[in-house]
């Protein structure tokens, strides 16, 4: 299962942190990947980037918001985090944390709707 | 960019059989693309039902199946029921230099 966390509202040009924790599985499983996707009415459902812990830790994501975004482990919590900087209103939407594997994206945490407004 | 392609809407009627297809800007979509289907209903998030192109989960009702069909992903609904009215998303895998995963646009399911 996987429970977000993280405040609906944001300022333009400040940092979008949002957290997911992960029960009934580990953050270091080296057949999983922990991924955040988000949703809007302009932009549909949206792949933004992902971690996994393949004997070391790698990171992917989507050319749509690299260079302003990071996911990071957290071992000791048992959970992963979004941070996207430089946010403006096209930000604006459902965020999701999703696992997934060679089976399928099985586990969508819960949502959180993040509003970029001043 | 990548773009994934779906039908923006269908309708069909309560028992009929319906297709929805996921197409890419980049050529023919294969196994190799991981074809993912999720069934959306409003405020709830994505529930998967097919991975791999034609894998069900443990909860994926039977009529529903997935495959590739002339060049595109397909998801196909038979005996379709009431309760499948929803929006329907496929996903797509790239990883030709850059790893990249694609959502289409969505299909929005109506039965009447």
């Known amino acids: 299962q996987l429970q977000q966390s993280g405040p609906g509202l944001v300022k333009p040009s400040q940092t979008l942190s949002l957290t997911c924790a992960i029960s009934g599985d580990s953050v270091s499983s080296d057949t999983a990947a922990w991924n955040w996707v988000r949703q809007s009415p302009s932009r549909g459902l949206e792949w933004l980037g992902r971690t996994l812990y393949r004997s070391k830790w790698y990171y992917d994501y989507s050319m749509s918001v690299k260079g302003r975004i990071a996911v990071n482990p957290d071992t000791s919590k048992n959970q992963f985090s979004l941070h996207l900087n430089s946010v403006t209103p096209e930000d604006t939407g459902v965020y999701y944390c999703a696992r997934d594997s060679f089976s399928g994206w099985t586990s969508w945490g819960q949502g959180i709707l993040v509003t970029v407004s001043s | ?112």
């Open chain 2, 1 to 112: 960019q990548t773009v994934v392609t779906q039908e923006p809407s269908l309708t069909v009627s309560p028992g009929g059989t319906v297709t929805l297809t996921c197409a890419s800007s980049t050529g023919t979509v294969t196994s190799a693309n991981y074809p993912n289907w999720f069934q959306q209903k409003p405020g709830h998030a994505p529930t998967p039902l097919i991975y791999s192109t034609s894998n069900k989960h443990s909860w994926t009702p039977a009529r529903f199946s997935g495959s590739l069909l002339g060049g595109k992903a397909a998801l196909t609904v038979s005996d379709v029921q009431p309760e499948d009215e929803a929006d329907y998303y496929c996903l797509l895998h790239y990883s030709d230099g850059h790893l990249d995963w694609v959502f289409g646009g969505g299909t929005k399911l109506t039965v009447l």
